[in-house]
């Protein structure tokens, strides 16, 4: 009864590539968000959904389409993949996105490695 | 100056000591703060929220300095299983910071 899932696990391209990760949550959350984990392990926020609404759209590029069929889900796509893309994309979601600490704790999937050749 | 800073570690300590460190945070208006454990390879994990007034679970003491600006993190009696990197994460106004981590290594 795995609370957010992510697939794939692990994901090796080519550059130029294009690849999607998904994401499913069975918390019931209302809120979910992607994030990437570089080399030196700081944590950006790339994209937060509540109830399939974009509600937080950092600087990236526009190769990264985040797409939320219902709120227990949010999928990422990313075009023409670049060398740079190589990370680990994190996928997590909280009861809301502000409220209080409670409302507030995200819970993490276990990651996707891409790797870009 | 970073919004978030950590001293990276690593913080190499002996079974059974206390460890602390902290993290600074340059937003005065962040509302929630949190402590988050990493293992190498794995997902950021809740350790505990920070409440205003300090707050304590088992081993565990977490404190909020709004003056200074800084949270700070105590573990009193380290286990092996401590070995991890801790994460610090702000909220305030659609601002979700994280630092970037303390690694702590508990050694036998």
């Known amino acids: 009864d795995t609370a957010v899932s992510q697939t794939p696990k692990y994901l090796v391209t080519q550059m130029g590539n294009d690849k999607s990760i998904k994401c499913e949550q069975n918390l019931g959350h209302d809120t979910m968000y992607w994030y990437k984990q570089d080399s030196k392990k700081f944590l950006k926020i790339m994209f937060s959904?509540?109830?399939?609404?974009?509600?937080i759209n950092e600087t990236v590029p526009n190769r990264f389409s985040p797409k939320s069929p219902d709120k227990a889900h949010l999928n990422l796509h990313i075009n023409s993949l670049e060398l740079g893309d190589s990370a680990v994309y994190f996928c997590?979601?909280?009861?809301?996105?502000?409220?209080?600490?409670?409302?507030?704790?995200?819970?993490f999937g276990p990651g996707t490695r891409l790797l870009v050749l | 100056r970073k919004e978030v800073e950590q001293d990276p570690g690593p913080f190499n300590v002996p079974e059974g000591a206390t460890v602390a460190f902290n993290c600074t945070y340059s937003?005065?208006?962040?509302?929630?703060f949190f402590w988050y454990r990493q293992d190498c390879r794995k997902e950021p994990k809740l350790l505990m929220s920070?409440?205003?007034?300090?707050n304590e679970d088992g081993r565990f003491t977490a404190q909020l300095n709004r003056a200074s600006q800084y949270i700070s993190l105590l573990i009193r009696d380290s286990k092996l299983s401590d070995s991890a990197t801790y994460l610090c994460y702000l909220y305030s106004n659609y601002q979700l910071i994280w630092g970037a981590g303390t690694k702590l290594i508990i050694k036998p």
């Open positions: 959904y509540n109830n399939k609404e974009l509600i």
């Open positions: 997590a979601s909280s009861p809301r996105l502000a409220g209080g600490s409670e409302q507030e704790t995200q819970y």
């Open positions: 920070v409440y205003s007034s300090g």
């Open positions: 937003n005065s208006a962040s509302q929630s």
